[in-house]
């Protein structure tokens, strides 16, 4: 598929500012007693840039636990997020929700979720919508991991969009571990892309380190999806550079020579390789974006840093809808 | 239990956990083991498990709690008795095999089956892990019949407790509190065991009674080394099991002291709080001398933000200030 200069800056930019995140700004939350259960996705960044690329605001996605670089490419402001992480009311979840559970409904961005392959199904909730409302001119992307493969609802999920031919993608971000259980082992199939013949969909597998391969058959997902022709099984398969968590050491339970590997086909240096010998994207472009990436971490930080707490009072606030006092006479359970 | 130093040891409740499962699969071959990254566990309660009797007894599932939760219920009716490693957070995927299948199982059958399971269910509330990882949920498992309720707030409860959990012949929920499973205690070298529903005492006092369970004991332990400094006598009864319940130890308690604070760490309304409110309420009402305290967790989900969170439980301070209320 072709890609415009800017459109492959733009996927470059996403996919730094993803990095940057992870890099700069977990570390961040610890120091901030904030740390419980976050989950880096660096190494994993080429497969929701090269999916969300093909996504507009109007367009939905359904994401995981290691759902940061889901949000930063469907558009959620890393400088919000950054607050949310760090606790703060200014974040989009005003706090409440933290790593595992940012929203921006604004974004089509249904939620990091803490429950394994738990968005499958809402993103079939929003593919139906689009369906129904929107002639499948919206897309819906669930985005789960090879652990998340072997959830029921996943299964339940492929067949309900396939029956009813919702413009929905699951994408599988295969990384290879369910915390330290390797997909060898958990998986009955040698690809997850292969149960896609049981849900009589198209199944695709892809380098997921590759953000133009991810980008190429995101299209034909999409331009499927759009026609009205149904779902598409998208496996990608990809590495999670650090431990399942900061507490996770991942050593434990695979080699530095894998890790390596694997690092070597880091996604962003994958595509320095193949865009600068081209010609058209210079080194020192890519240099550029780096440091306005990091440059945006840094104010995304000082920005969540100054932001202040929720208050006290938000304890009890978003329990139910906020309908006004005249109308709750009664049946309140918000007792303390 | 009077016990010398040198007949027992300072360990934590994983250890002792660890330790009881370990001795029960030493005992019984059926007893086997199922959960999610349970053979390479170096801290949990399965540590070393799948070292001592390998992989056939110590299995790592998919990520299929809904199956595996299921499959623990059809290998217990045809012989096997299943341990089943997970979280209450984790657990709703599979409510329709812990409900509809393992509570039911029994009754509906005519009592046909035996079910011995042990469903053993982290609840992690106070480290930020925001909603989804904060569930707090076995007042709805006491709100099912069909399954046993335990929660051991100390090592020696724990062990005891779990090797009873092992040896009955119902599903037996029992509930892991994080926030305690670090806390160390003395515990025997030799085998025992502690019934179910047998409550115990973990203070003894003349003023008030604070029923606390798991993580809450220390809470109103701590509550009532705060009162003593006043001058007002807590008494701290643990029921250890909440199914079934020592109502007995509960009423009799109260009949000393004449005032009740119940706490526990789910949310308040129709809590496990509630449930030995509404009992004393009705069998003990004319011991009271004042009205039940009852203390839980905010009616809210579990929000992230440090600024939140400590906000919705109750704490040593919120138990002292429910105790001196009852004697106003
Ligand atoms: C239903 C459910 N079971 C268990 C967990 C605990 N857990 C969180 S992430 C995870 C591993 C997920 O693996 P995978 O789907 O491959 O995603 P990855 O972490 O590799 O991105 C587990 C077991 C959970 N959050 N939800
Ligand atoms: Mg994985």
Same mark, same amino acid.
């Given at each position: 598929?072709?890609?415009?200069?800017?459109?492959?800056?733009?996927?470059?930019?996403?996919?730094?500012?993803?990095?940057?995140?992870?890099?700069?700004?977990?570390?961040?939350?610890?120091?901030?007693?904030?740390?419980?259960?976050?989950?880096?996705?660096?190494?994993?960044?080429?497969?929701?840039?090269?999916?969300?690329?093909?996504?507009?605001?109007?367009?939905?996605?359904?994401?995981?636990?290691?759902?940061? %670089?889901?949000?930063?490419?469907?558009?959620?402001?890393?400088?919000?997020?950054?607050?949310?992480?760090?606790?703060?009311?200014?974040?989009?979840?005003?706090?409440?929700?933290?790593?595992?559970?940012?929203?921006?409904?604004?974004?089509?961005?249904?939620?990091?979720?803490?429950?394994?392959?738990?968005?499958?199904?809402?993103?079939?909730?929003?593919?139906?919508?689009?369906?129904?409302?929107?002639?499948?001119?919206?897309?819906?992307?669930?985005?789960?991991?090879?652990?998340?493969?072997?959830?029921?609802?996943?299964?339940?999920?492929?067949?309900?969009?396939?029956?009813?031919?919702?413009?929905?993608?699951?994408?599988?971000?295969?990384?290879?571990?369910?915390?330290?259980?390797?997909?060898?082992?958990?998986?009955?199939?040698?690809?997850?892309?292969?149960?896609?013949?049981?849900?009589?969909?198209?199944?695709?597998?892809?380098? %997921?380190?590759?953000?133009?391969?991810?980008?190429?058959?995101?299209?034909?997902?999409?331009?499927?999806?759009?026609?009205?022709?149904?779902?598409?099984?998208?496996?990608?398969?990809?590495?999670?550079?650090? %431990?399942?968590?900061?507490?996770?050491?991942?050593?434990?339970?695979?080699?530095?020579?894998?890790?390596?590997?694997?690092?070597?086909?880091?996604?962003?240096?994958?595509?320095?390789?193949?865009?600068?010998?081209?010609?058209?994207?210079?080194?020192?472009?890519?240099?550029?974006?780096?440091?306005?990436?990091?440059?945006?971490?840094?104010?995304?930080?000082?920005?969540?840093?100054?932001?202040?707490?929720?208050?006290?009072?938000?304890?009890?606030?978003?329990?139910?809808?906020?309908?006004?006092?005249?109308?709750?006479?009664?049946?309140?359970?918000?007792?303390? | 239990?009077?016990?010398?130093?040198?007949?027992?040891?300072?360990?934590?409740?994983?250890?002792?956990?660890?330790?009881?499962?370990?001795?029960?699969?030493?005992?019984?071959?059926?007893?086997?083991?199922?959960?999610?990254?349970?053979?390479?566990?170096?801290?949990?309660?399965?540590?070393?498990?799948?070292?001592?009797?390998?992989?056939?007894?110590?299995?790592?599932?998919?990520?299929?709690?809904?199956?595996?939760?299921?499959?623990?219920?059809?290998?217990?009716?045809?012989?096997?008795?299943?341990?089943?490693?997970?979280?209450?957070?984790?657990?709703?995927?599979?409510?329709?095999?812990?409900?509809?299948?393992?509570?039911?199982?029994?009754?509906?059958?005519?009592?046909?089956?035996?079910?011995?399971?042990?469903?053993?269910?982290?609840?992690?509330?106070?480290?930020?892990?925001?909603?989804?990882?904060?569930?707090?949920?076995?007042?709805?498992?006491?709100?099912?019949?069909?399954?046993?309720?335990?929660?051991?707030?100390?090592?020696?409860?724990?062990?005891?407790?779990?090797?009873?959990?092992?040896?009955?012949?119902?599903?037996?929920?029992?509930?892991?509190?994080?926030?305690?499973?670090?806390?160390?205690?003395?515990?025997?070298?030799?085998?025992?065991?502690?019934?179910?529903?047998?409550?115990?005492?973990?203070?003894?006092?003349?003023?008030?009674?604070?029923?606390?369970?798991?993580?809450?004991?220390?809470?109103?332990?701590?509550?009532?080394?705060?009162?003593?400094?006043?001058?007002?006598?807590?008494?701290?009864?643990?029921?250890?099991?909440?199914?079934?319940?020592?109502?007995?130890?509960?009423?009799?308690?109260?009949?000393?002291?004449?005032?009740?604070?119940?706490?526990?760490?789910?949310?308040?309304?129709?809590?496990?709080?509630?449930?030995?409110?509404?009992?004393?309420?009705?069998?003990?009402?004319?011991?009271?001398?004042?009205?039940?305290?009852?203390?839980?967790?905010?009616?809210?989900?579990?929000?992230?933000?440090?600024?939140?969170?400590?906000?919705?439980?109750?704490?040593?301070?919120?138990?002292?200030?429910?105790?001196?209320?009852?004697?106003?």
């Amino acid at each position: 598929m072709e890609l415009t200069r800017e459109a492959m800056l733009e996927l470059y930019r996403t996919m730094a500012t993803i990095r940057h995140f992870e890099e700069r700004g977990i570390p961040e939350t610890g120091q901030r007693r904030m740390s419980a259960s976050v989950h880096s996705s660096a190494g994993q960044e080429a497969v929701p840039t090269g999916i969300c690329a093909h996504l507009t605001d109007d367009d939905y996605i359904g994401s995981t636990h290691r759902g940061h %670089g889901h949000c930063i490419a469907k558009g959620v402001d890393p400088k919000a997020m950054m607050a949310e992480l760090f606790g703060r009311a200014t974040g989009p979840n005003k706090g409440k929700g933290g790593s595992m559970h940012i929203a921006d409904m604004s974004k089509g961005m249904l939620g990091t979720n803490g429950v394994v392959a738990a968005s499958v199904p809402l993103a079939v909730g929003a593919g139906l919508t689009s369906k129904l409302r929107h002639n499948n001119q919206r897309v819906a992307v669930a985005f789960f991991g090879d652990g998340g493969a072997n959830q029921g609802v996943l299964h339940e999920s492929m067949n309900l969009a396939s029956v009813w031919k919702l413009p929905v993608i699951f994408c599988c971000e295969n990384n290879q571990y369910a915390e330290s259980t390797p997909v060898e082992y958990a998986l009955s199939a040698s690809h997850v892309a292969d149960r896609a013949v049981a849900y009589n969909m198209p199944g695709i597998h892809v380098d %997921g380190m590759d953000v133009f391969a991810v980008y190429d058959a995101a299209g034909q997902a999409v331009a499927r999806a759009k026609a009205g022709e149904g779902p598409t099984l998208l496996e990608c398969l990809t590495y999670r550079y650090y %431990g399942h968590t900061v507490f996770d050491n991942p050593l434990s339970y695979r080699t530095r020579e894998e890790e390596e590997h694997w690092r070597n086909r880091d996604p962003l240096k994958l595509f320095r390789e193949t865009v600068v010998p081209q010609g058209e994207i210079s080194a020192e472009e890519l240099d550029q974006i780096d440091r306005e990436a990091e440059n945006l971490m840094e104010e995304a930080i000082r920005f969540a840093d100054s932001s202040p707490m929720p208050q006290p009072s938000e304890l009890y606030e978003d329990v139910y809808v906020d309908y006004p006092v005249e109308l709750l006479k009664r049946g309140s359970n918000m007792e303390i | 239990m009077t016990q010398t130093a040198e007949q027992t040891r300072n360990i934590t409740l994983t250890q002792a956990l660890n330790e009881a499962m370990r001795e029960e699969m030493r005992r019984d071959e059926r007893v086997f083991i199922m959960g999610e990254d349970i053979q390479s566990g170096v801290y949990g309660a399965s540590a070393g498990l799948a070292q001592e009797f390998g992989y056939e007894r110590v299995r790592d599932c998919p990520l299929s709690e809904n199956a595996f939760m299921g499959a623990a219920v059809g290998a217990a009716a045809v012989g096997m008795r299943p341990i089943v490693e997970s979280a209450f957070c984790f657990m709703w995927v599979a409510m329709d095999s812990l409900v509809s299948q393992a509570s039911k199982m029994r009754y509906m059958f005519g009592g046909q089956v035996d079910l011995p399971i042990v469903y053993r269910a982290s609840l992690y509330y106070g480290g930020s892990m925001a909603a989804h990882h904060s569930d707090r949920s076995y007042p709805l498992f006491m709100h099912i019949p069909g399954f046993k309720v335990v929660f051991a707030s100390n090592s020696y409860d724990g062990k005891g407790l779990m090797k009873t959990a092992i040896r009955d012949n119902d599903p037996v929920l029992f509930c892991e509190d994080r926030t305690i499973l670090g806390a160390r205690g003395e515990v025997p070298e030799d085998d025992y065991a502690i019934p179910l529903g047998v409550a115990d005492v973990k203070r003894e006092g003349t003023d008030v009674t604070i029923v606390a369970i798991g993580g809450m004991v220390p809470r109103a332990l701590e509550a009532a080394d705060t009162l003593a400094q006043e001058g007002i006598s807590a008494e701290v009864l643990d029921p250890r099991t909440l199914v079934p319940l020592d109502r007995q130890a509960i009423l009799d308690s109260v009949a000393k002291t004449g005032r009740l604070v119940t706490v526990d760490m789910a949310h308040k309304t129709c809590s496990a709080a509630s449930e030995i409110a509404a009992i004393v309420a009705m069998e003990g009402f004319w011991s009271l001398q004042a009205p039940v305290q009852r203390l839980g967790t905010a009616n809210v989900h579990i929000p992230f933000s440090t600024a939140l969170e400590p906000l919705c439980y109750p704490t040593a301070e919120t138990i002292a200030d429910a105790a001196r209320a009852t004697l106003e």
